[in-house]
Nanobody
Framework: QVQLVESGGGLVQPGGSLRLSCAAS????????IGWYRQAPGKEREGVAC????????YYAASVKGRFTFSRDKDKNTMYLQMNSLKSEDTAVYYC??????????????WGQGTQVTVSS
């Protein structure tokens, strides 16, 4: 049974940083493509980052490239999203996801409960 549990969200000032974590169970994280997406109230879901299983190639949305870093820890079966230089427009609920397929992009077949990120002064 696939389970994804996010943590690490919170309230941060513009320009600040947060690190989101996503603990995976029921599958081996580095065998499959994994990713993060976010959804803000009244807006469509936006893919934030995706990592291929084969070589770890990582793809970022233009809106976060250069500010966010996606990583995985095989030993802990956990993925992370380091978010720096946060902006108010980054405010959203963030979800980790997988399809149990090898390559990006994701269709988000499995996702966690989400973690709220609020960027505000």
């Amino acid at each position: 049974q696939v389970q994804l549990v996010e943590s690490g969200g919170g309230l941060v000032q513009p320009g600040g940083s947060l690190r989101l974590s996503c603990a995976a169970s029921g599958f081996t994280l580095d065998y499959y493509a994994i990713g993060w997406y976010r959804q803000a109230p009244g807006k469509e879901r936006e893919g934030v980052a995706c990592m291929d299983s084969s070589d770890g190639s990582t793809y970022y949305a233009a809106s976060v490239k250069g500010r966010f870093t996606f990583s995985r820890d095989k030993d802990k079966n956990t993925m992370y999203l380091q978010m720096n230089s946060l902006k108010s427009e980054d405010t959203a609920v963030y979800y980790c996801a997988t399809d149990l397929e090898r390559r990006c992009p994701l269709l988000y077949s499995y996702w966690g409960q989400g973690t709220q990120v609020t960027v505000s002064s």
